[in-house]
T-cell receptor, first 117, second 116 residues
Framework: DTAVSQTPKYLVTQMGNDKSIKCEQN?????MYWYKQDSKKFLKIMFS???????INETVPNRFSPKSPDKAHLNLHINSLELGDSAVYFC????????????????FGPGTRLTVL | AQKVTQAQTEISVVEKEDVTLDCVYE???????LFWYKQPPSGELVFLIR??????QNEISGRYSWNFQKSTSSFNFTITASQVVDSAVYFC?????????????FGSGTQLTVLP
């Protein structure tokens, strides 16, 4: 069974459209993240949720809105897509050490390659 | 602020050679965690190792070994007897300790190519 899954794996869309990427983890973790990997392979944190609450919100345009309906899911909605949003988006999850996790290692989903035309 | 530097952008070796990937980090935290991840051509990010800042013991796992030196703020990764399947981008990453933001700060990655 896949530990962290993302859908879709590929997303091709036109500028100006709104799209969503879904993420689910079955590891029982309480913290989830979104990272963006640009064309040069650089990985940068976007958001982090702990127990459905936003705890990290890096400098990301407000066109990006994360939503966590429960601890196992963290979705990413993007409004008014722009060419510069083309990237690979990775979801990850971990168990917070403060809540009894033995390790806070982040495990990543397979990534969603977003192409904005 | 935290920073991770992987000065080697690309490395190319011939199969069976040993190769070391360098990682230097900066942090003001007294407790922190260091990681290595592998990104093969298929694109997923595969966790390799996690190391606490208070545990400087080197670690060996099969052909992989890691050398953590707090004095030089380095966490280098060596692959012994490299194989073609080791070809990937390798990322070093850092996260803060308790009370700090727990997101990973990644280095820019090292593209390793192992030639047959």
């Amino acid at each position: 069974d896949t530990a962290v899954s993302q859908t879709p794996k590929y997303l091709v869309t036109q500028m100006g459209n709104d799209k969503s990427i879904k993420c689910e983890q079955n590891l029982g973790h309480d913290t989830m993240y979104w990272y963006k990997q640009d064309s040069k392979k650089f990985l940068k944190i976007m958001f982090s949720y702990n127990n459905k609450e936003l705890i990290i919100n890096e400098t990301v345009p407000n066109r990006f809105s994360p939503k966590s309906p429960d601890k196992a899911h963290l979705n990413l909605h993007i409004n008014s897509l722009e060419l510069g949003d083309s990237a690979v988006y990775f979801c990850a999850s971990s168990q917070d050490l403060a809540s009894g996790g033995a390790t806070d290692t982040q495990y990543f989903g397979p990534g969603t390659r977003l192409t904005v035309l | 602020a935290q920073k991770v530097t992987q000065a080697q952008t690309e490395i190319s070796v011939v199969e069976k050679e040993d190769v070391t990937l360098d990682c230097v980090y900066e942090t003001r935290d007294t407790t922190y965690y260091l990681f290595w991840y592998k990104q093969p051509p298929s694109g997923e990010l595969v966790f390799l190792i996690r190391r606490n800042s208070f545990d400087e013991q080197n670690e060996i796992s099969g052909r992989y070994s890691w050398n953590f030196q707090k004095s030089t703020s380095s966490f280098n990764f060596t692959i012994t007897a490299s194989q073609v399947v080791d070809s990937a981008v390798y990322f070093c990453a850092l996260s803060g300790g308790a009370g700090s933001a727990r997101q990973l700060t990644f280095g820019s990655g090292t593209q390793l190519t192992v030639l047959p």
